[in-house]
């Protein structure tokens, strides 16, 4: 009796974790509007859709400005973001379609390259991606990468969980490292793909 008794209440766990699990996959994706960053090519604008978050930020709609000539990852147009010398840096932001929900696991995939060739800013640097309660706020670092380096596009792929709260707008933020100012880089974004939860084994 005892072992048909813990049997079953085995049974009705994994019945209800696994009904869990569907129910986390069946959630819809999180969309940015123009995620692949299409407008009219054009220096020192944000793209449709996307609002300036540092002072100074003038991003450019590429390519055919400032010497970069990369083709885009997808569709007619990408996003190019730079760090400067005297300290700023650019970072463009918007609401998401959906929350991000407070420690649920989630998947970003995104196209990164860098030009050798930016008017002068031509060193690599990070890419930052803040989440936040309004637009522009930096509640949270949710994840930055490492040194892009790669001149042709390749895709990256991060896991991030927020903790802070659930995330209403995200912030992509050009970025050298703390507490040295001197780096003139630049970093190009296209192709940032629907966010999912995190597959579950």
Known sequence: ???????TLLLL?????????????QQPPVYLQNASFEDQPQDATVPTDWHPCNPGTTPDILPGFWGVDTEPSDGETYVGLITREDGSRESIGQRLSAPLKQKECY????????????????KAIKLRVWGGQSLCDKAELLF????????DWETF???FAPQK???????????YR?????????????????IKVCPRA
Not at 112 to 119: E, F, G, N, V
């Open 1 to 7: 009796m005892r072992i048909y008794a813990l049997s």
């Open 13 to 25: 766990f994994a019945l209800a974790d696994k009904r869990s699990n569907e129910e986390m996959q």
């Open 107 to 122: 998947q970003m995939v995104l196209d990164l390259a860098h030009s050798y060739t930016y008017a002068g800013y031509n």
């Open 144 to 151: 930055q990468t490492e040194f892009i380096e790669n001149e």
């Open 157 to 159: 792929k991060f896991k």
């Open 165 to 175: 709260g659930d995330v209403k707008y995200l912030i992509f933020e050009a970025f």
């Open 178 to 194: 703390e507490n040295d100012a001197t780096r003139r880089g630049n970093v190009l974004i296209d192709n940032i793909q629907p």
